[in-house]
Nanobody, 128 residues
Framework: QVHVEESGGGLVQAGGSLRLSCAASGRTFTNYAMGWFRQAPGKEREFVATIRWGAISQYYADSVKGRFTISRGDGKNTVYLQMNSLKPEDTAVYYC?????????????????????WGQGTQVTVSS
């Protein structure tokens, strides 16, 4: 059983910044790749960013490239999403996901189906 937990959401004005945190636990010797997805009201869940185990590679959605940065934490299987220059269209519930191969080899990194475990989500609201 893998537990994924996000934190750090909140309300911010347009142009502001937030940092989301995520930790995956439960399988001591498994090194996860970890990604962020988001879902706005009335829309499908969409890919935001992902990072392989060991921070070998990072990938971003075009809509956030240059504004968001995904990074690994010091702790095992932790990841951060630094969000700068936030826009009202970034408003969504942000979900953290863990992928058990660590190398994003379960499937395309931008597809939710490629990830094994999910957190409950954290709300990010950007006011104009």
């Amino acid at each position: 059983q893998v537990h994924v937990e996000e934190s750090g959401g909140g309300l911010v004005q347009a142009g502001g910044s937030l940092r989301l945190s995520c930790a995956a636990s439960g399988r001591t010797f498994t090194n996860y790749a970890m990604g962020w997805f988001r879902q706005a009201p009335g829309k499908e869940r969409e890919f935001v960013a992902t990072i392989r185990w060991g921070a070998i590679s990072q990938y971003y959605a075009d809509s956030v490239k240059g504004r968001f940065t995904i990074s690994r934490g010091d702790g095992k299987n932790t990841v951060y999403l630094q969000m700068n220059s936030l826009k009202p269209e970034d408003t969504a519930v942000y979900y953290c996901a863990a992928e058990s191969t660590g190398l994003l080899s379960n499937g395309p990194y931008y597809r939710a189906e490629s990830y094994d475990s999910w957190g409950q989500g954290t709300q990010v609201t950007v006011s104009s």
